[in-house]
């Protein structure tokens, strides 16, 4: 019994009709079926050939590989070293931020407080020679 498809072509409103034997659908399922089996052995082939040239690599390398493997600790030990380091580094800038700000907050206080007293003392000076100068004239005469 042949496959039979129904298609509609949308221009002229007419519809096509066509038949394909199910010889003709097995051969073409089963090409492809080759087709992808070939492929699969082709890509397990490349697999293979790449993971000698890899087993290859580290037996060249396998002395480097086992002398940085020996420092890896030291390594490793040298970064939390250097991170202990910075993160005190921080720490202590931190510190000297607080008092450097601190510092700074009670020098101002400090003049502020001092040009208040400047002011207040001017403005002292400055009613005593009104007085001074309201007892004892200049320039005036009576």
């Given at each position: ?84 380091g ?16 601190s ?5 101002i ?18 009613e005593?020679l ?13």
């Open positions: 019994m042949p496959l039979s498809f129904l298609t509609e072509i949308n221009k002229g409103g007419s519809k096509m009709q066509f038949t394909v034997s199910y010889e003709l659908a097995n051969f073409i399922l089963y090409t492809l079926g080759a087709a992808l089996i070939v492929v699969v052995i082709i890509t397990v082939i490349n697999i293979n050939r790449f993971i000698k040239r890899l087993d290859k690599l580290v037996e060249k390398n396998e002395e480097n590989i086992n002398r940085t493997m020996g420092t890896v600790p030291e390594i490793v030990k040298n970064v939390n070293d250097v991170t202990n910075v993160k005190q580094g921080v720490d202590r800038i931190g510190d000297t931020v607080d008092a450097v700000e510092s700074i907050c009670d020098t206080l400090t003049v502020t407080e001092g040009a208040e007293g400047l002011l207040d003392f001017v403005g002292i000076v400055g005593i009104k007085v001074i100068l309201k007892i004892f004239p200049i320039g005036k005469k009576k």
